[in-house]
């Protein structure tokens, strides 16, 4: 699988290990300066630590890239995984940039502490692939993640999505309804 990662912080990090170091090619966009050493750092953890949860050896690593912009990091890409600041803006102009390029079938997830599914969706025409896989901290080595849809989410998407999840050695909870999370700067 293509896996895009749209911000390579704490979370984006996390996930780009997890991706990575399941075998996916992983295309990471992320404007800090810093990006690429801090990233660098976080996949030396998850290598020393992640495969001494399995008792078999893991698989080969897929290839990581560092795209120029969000829009080259997601050209052929089955999965988004959106890690950015938990700025509605921020967001709002990301999706924005992203969105036209986007297969029909490629999976919008954001990792968003505080913003409800519906909340993002209204940000995007093609509402109904975009869904919240909420993880925690450390990405790469905790398990679970909330799998969140709103009321036009395809219960296919989320059963999709989940079972991803599970691929990449993760414990999905796939949530039946949206609730409030961190309070969040309403616009
Ligand atoms: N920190 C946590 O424990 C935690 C847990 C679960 C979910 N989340 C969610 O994950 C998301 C990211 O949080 P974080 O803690 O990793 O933040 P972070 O500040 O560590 O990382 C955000 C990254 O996004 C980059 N960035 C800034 N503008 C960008 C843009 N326009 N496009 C792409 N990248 C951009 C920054 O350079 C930074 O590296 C948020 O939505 C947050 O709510 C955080």
């Known amino acids: 699988m293509k896996v895009a990662v749209i911000g390579g912080g704490v979370i984006g990090g996390g996930w780009v290990a997890r991706f990575l170091l399941n075998g996916h090619d992983v295309t990471v966009f992320d404007p800090a300066p810093d990006a690429e050493p801090k990233l660098g750092a976080v996949l030396g953890n998850a290598r020393a630590s992640?495969?001494?949860?399995?008792?078999?050896?893991?698989?080969?690593?897929?290839?990581?890239?560092?795209?120029?912009?969000s829009v080259e990091a997601v050209a052929g890409a089955d999965w988004v995984q959106e890690g950015a600041p938990e700025r509605l803006e921020v967001k709002r102009d990301l999706y924005a940039q992203i969105e036209p390029h986007l297969g029909h079938g490629t999976v919008r997830a954001s990792s968003t502490s505080g913003y409800k599914p519906s909340h993002l969706q209204a940000l995007l025409h093609r509402?109904?692939?975009?869904?919240?896989?909420?993880?925690?901290?450390?990405?790469y080595l905790v398990p679970l993640v909330e799998v969140v849809g709103a009321g036009r989410t395809p219960e296919a998407l989320k059963t999709r999505a989940a079972e991803t999840l599970s691929d990449i050695?993760?414990?999905?909870?796939?949530?039946?309804?949206?609730?409030?999370?961190?309070?969040?700067?309403h616009e």
Do not use: C, K, S
């Not at 509402?127 to 990405?139: A, G, Q, S, Y």
């Open 50 to 69: 992640l495969p001494a949860l399995y008792d078999r050896p893991p698989p080969a690593e897929g290839a990581l890239r560092f795209a120029a912009d």
């Open 169 to 185: 050695g993760m414990h999905p909870l796939v949530m039946q309804a949206e609730v409030d999370g961190f309070e969040w700067p």
């Open 127 to 139: 509402v109904e692939r975009l869904i919240v896989t909420h993880p925690f901290n450390p990405v």
